[in-house]
């Protein structure tokens, strides 16, 4: 055995269990937007070295859940209107583009798989387990870019999806409670688009279904005009 090799590998092991509680917190709304992230205190709390959580910094500010100020130190990515316009735009264009490609691909258990994610979303949002419902929303729209067989669009939704689940779970915490149904049928509106087979049909739904989320947010960002664009 190579006892550096080994070293090495529990070393980037314990960075990357750090770096998977941290995120998952950032995403629960634990650790929440504009919170100062101090290494010796996460450390601690944690019951680990100052290095895993260093490394795990450095792995979620390139994500950009965390945000690093010259002088100032680390801090979770505050979700602004900036951002959430930024993000969308990206996603929107991403999206179709990913539905566009997947469509010859999807399979019938394909479209009962995209109907379990919407249903389990459905009652996580009821239940107010907002992490999970972030979780099977990203795998809802994750099956269209796995379906596209475009590695690289692949790879870009994997690199946005951590600020989509930031903006979603950060609005779920504190906007108004969503009306019964209302998840499962926004999601499935999109599913049946994709049954149609027309390419119109399926831009449009994906488009209301991004615009429907912008909306929400941005009257949540209104409401707190402490937050600076």
Known sequence: MNR???VKSVAKSRSEGVTDLLRESIIRGDLQPGERLVEARLADELGV???PVRAALSQ?????LVQVYPYKGSYVTEVTPKLV???LSVRKRLECFAAELALP??????FALLSEYAESMEACVQEQRT???VEYDSLFHGLLYRRSGHDLLLELFFGLQP????MQSYGRLFARPTPAGQTRAN???IVAALQSGDSDTIQRAIEEHIDHGHTLMEEYLNAHPGVES
Request: charged letters at 25%.
């Open 4 to 6: 550096n090799t080994d």
């Open 49 to 51: 070295s100052t290095t």
């Open 60 to 64: 979620l500010t390139s994500e950009g």
């Open 85 to 87: 316009a930024e993000v």
């Open 105 to 110: 691909h999807l399979s019938k258990e394909d």
């Open 131 to 133: 992490y999970e419902a």
């Open 163 to 166: 600020r989509i689940q930031l």
């Open 187 to 189: 999601h499935m509106a």
